[in-house]
């Protein structure tokens, strides 16, 4: 039982400690609700509460970037939940009062026993971590910390005095009770002048963070043009314009480092440095003029060039900073409005003088196109519109590739066909601030979308495939529109049946890279590796994979800027490439080929390992194929009227389908010579009973007209 003086003083310290704590959070408050508001931030409350719930008591992403350091910090984070009823159970305590035993009753002895364990945990978690900051100083993120170790030795003093205070007997009792209050009144002062700030401001930022990775708001630029105002923004020119979760991102930062060491441009050695910029930018927000430019004051603009918006910063942060709308904002305002420090000047001029990055005429494509036989989009009802992309359009490099999927598709029977004037969809446009750009471009890509009357798009470049799908909606135009990558289409005809690979030579050792906008932006992971699975190419993965992946450098038009040897961005996954000890990249992204295809003997897409299963299914089969200018020509053999009921049975079952030869194979589980099969499919043409046509350079069968 405390005495009347003890209730009086500890009655002072808590008022103190609040008003206190009130007085120095205000300015705080204040600096976040200086800055406007960019999007609706509160749409959908159920699904930002359970990404809340996931990321902030689950751990998931503290745990996922690093989990020996993630399990020791969500041991310390269990305590600070667990351990609030008990804080408040001992302020009840100092004045005769008690909480807990009214609302737990015979419960009280369990519940403090479970608590005794979770002490023991948060003790081991601290110490863990103290450990790894101060003694394992080549992995600390900030060594030197004085506030980390002050927040580490006032944990371990309040679980060793619960523990204390826990006993029959405990030692000192009246001084472990007001040590144990003491350090609690003293924490929130500590937390607040501190990054653990964001015990507070993590759970907010994480609820307010926008629902997916780089996810730009349009810019009204008609709108802009009509105002009369004079003080117009575009991007983000001025601290005055940081909106207020960008304060808030700035003031939640916790400091770990993650973001920099998953940096590919500080990994390569540039000024780009995330975690630095970001503290900075908190420095700024007190001592910045509102007039200052965030370019300068925030990031320095070399620094800012180096960006390929990989979104890696992004990505691993555990407390919802949301970096890229820095970048992107900052260059935005260097393009549309200072119009200094823009470092793809040259790549902007491309795609405005020549409507494609690597400055090639469109005659070049033609030829393409027609060297390679691809068949025209027309329109017609289940056809995919195959969206090259710029790289598979213009680089001669690439057509192997290009035939590689046309080998494919044409195997599995899809009706598909490629634009004769295909325009660039504006993603590293808008990635490198020139938003006009490339909103023109979208128009553009829209009103072709539109006029062609196309449904589902098929494209092999990640980077197309990400605006197309998530950015041509602001301009209503793809929301009806299936967009998909193209080894996601090829895993899904494998999955029907309609591609029969077969296991590949598997001599060469292989390792798969994972590029940014397909792994990390669309979440696509297994689709490529189910692929390469059921060519029989093992891998040897990376140690950064899938979501986690690193960049090649070539995002936000890195993949046609010239920048020096020792800073390129490709150089840290090249030298991951190197040290898997494969001889065969394989890739799913036509820029990170570019990038990446000197790092090993060999650089494939994933498509041209598809089309050699196929192949060597082809042959396993009997099949000789000889392209001539009739089509493929098959050796005869006997006639099976067995068969032939088959292949009708198959096309009663689906009479609007197009069926090549590999198709009917899979269809009728035919096990033979495919020759065998062609000429009961060819006497079924004969009776009537089934049509043929030729395009694409193959041969369908159908119950149908002919066309």
């Not at 003491?182 to 993590?202: D, E, G, N, T, W």
């Not at 180096?306 to 970096?323: F, I, L, R």
């Not at 598979?392 to 192997?400: E, I, K, L, R, S």
């Not at 098929?458 to 041509?472: A, F, G, Q, S, W």
Request: aromatic share 6%.
């Amino acid at each position: 039982m405390h005495l009347f003086w003890e209730r009086i003083l500890l009655a002072i310290l808590i008022l103190a400690s609040v008003s206190w704590f009130v007085l120095k959070v205000t300015p705080k408050i204040r600096a976040i609700l200086a800055g406007g508001p960019d999007r609706p931030r509160t749409d959908n409350p159920v699904a930002r509460l359970k990404r809340t719930a996931k990321e902030v008591l689950l751990q998931s992403r503290v745990v996922g970037g690093r989990p020996v350091v993630g399990l020791l910090h969500a041991a310390v984070f269990l305590g600070f939940v667990a351990f609030a009823p008990e804080t408040i159970e001992h302020f009840f305590n100092g004045f005769g009062l008690s909480l807990l035993e009214p609302l737990l009753g015979p419960a009280l002895p369990l519940y403090r026993s479970l608590m005794l364990i979770v002490a023991v945990m948060v003790s081991a978690g601290i110490v863990g971590l103290a450990f790894r900051r101060f003694v394992l100083v080549k992995t600390s993120p900030d060594p030197r910390s004085w506030t980390s170790a002050l927040v580490a030795l006032f944990i371990l003093v309040l679980m060793v005095t619960y523990l204390n205070g826990m006993r029959a007997t405990p030692f000192a009792e009246r001084i472990n009770w007001w040590t144990h209050a003491l350090v609690i009144l003293a924490f929130p002062h500590l937390i607040i002048r501190s990054k653990h700030f964001h015990i507070f401001l993590a759970p907010l930022n994480i609820f307010f963070r926008s629902d997916r990775l780089g996810d730009y708001v349009k810019l009204d630029l008609e709108a802009i043009a009509e105002s009369e105002v004079e003080d117009i923004t575009l991007g983000l020119e001025t601290m005055r314009t940081l909106p207020w979760k960008t304060r808030m991102d700035l003031l939640a930062c916790v400091e770990c480092r993650r973001c920099t060491d998953n940096c590919p441009a500080a990994l390569a050695g540039t000024e780009m440095d995330p975690r630095a910029w970001v503290l900075a930018g908190r420095k700024a927000l007190f001592s910045a003029k509102p007039e200052d430019p965030v370019i300068g004051t925030v990031i320095g603009e070399e620094a800012l060039g180096y960006c390929a918006t990989c979104g890696a910063c992004e990505n691993s942060c555990a407390v919802g900073v949301e970096h890229l709308q820095v970048l992107v904002g900052a260059k935005r305002a260097q393009a549309l409005a200072t119009g200094k420090g823009v470092v793809a000047s040259d790549f902007l001029r491309a795609i405005e003088s020549h409507g494609n990055a690597l400055r090639l005429p469109k005659s070049d494509r033609k030829q393409m196109l027609a060297k390679l036989g691809m068949p025209r989009f027309t329109g017609e009802q289940d056809q995919w519109l195959l969206w090259l992309g710029c790289v598979w359009g213009f680089n001669a490099d690439q057509q192997t590739a290009v035939a590689a999927l046309k080998t494919t598709l044409d195997a599995a029977g899809v009706k598909y066909g490629v634009l004769d004037d295909e325009p660039c969809c504006g993603h590293h446009s808008r990635r490198q601030g020139e938003e006009a750009q490339f909103q023109d471009l979208a128009r553009q890509s829209v009103q072709i979308l539109h006029e062609k009357n196309v449904r589902q798009v098929v494209t092999p470049c990640p980077h197309c495939l990400h605006t197309i799908k998530r950015e041509h909606i602001q301009f209503n135009g793809t929301q009806s529109i299936r967009a998909v990558h193209h080894s996601e289409l090829l895993a899904e005809l494998m999955a029907q049946g309609r591609l029969v690979p077969r296991v590949t030579d598997g001599s060469a050792k292989a390792t798969y890279h994972d590029p940014c906008y397909l792994a990390r932006y669309e979440g696509i992971t297994e689709a490529p590796r189910m692929l390469l699975a059921k060519a029989g190419v093992a891998l040897e993965e990376m140690p950064r994979r899938r979501e986690r992946t690193l960049c090649c450098g070539g995002g936000a038009a890195g993949f046609v800027r010239e920048i020096t040897n020792e800073k390129r961005l490709d150089q840290a996954r090249r030298a991951e490439i190197k040290a898997s000890g494969a001889t065969l990249l394989v890739t799913s992204c036509p820029q990170c080929r570019m990038m990446l295809s000197a790092a090993v003997d060999e650089t494939r897409d994933i498509a041209e390992i598809v089309a050699d299963s196929i192949r060597l299914a082809q042959a396993q089969s009997g099949l000789e194929l000889k392209v001539e200018k009739g089509g493929p020509m098959f050796a005869s053999t006997t006639y099976s009227a067995e068969l032939a009921v088959k292949i009708k049975e198959v096309f009663e079952h689906e009479p609007q389908a197009e069926m090549q030869l590999l198709n009917l194979a899979g269809r009728t589980h035919f096990s033979g010579k495919l020759g065998e099969l062609k000429h009961a499919a060819d006497h079924l043409v004969e009776t009537g009973e089934l049509q043929e046509k030729h395009h694409g350079g193959g041969t369908y069968y159908h119950l149908g007209k002919t066309s």
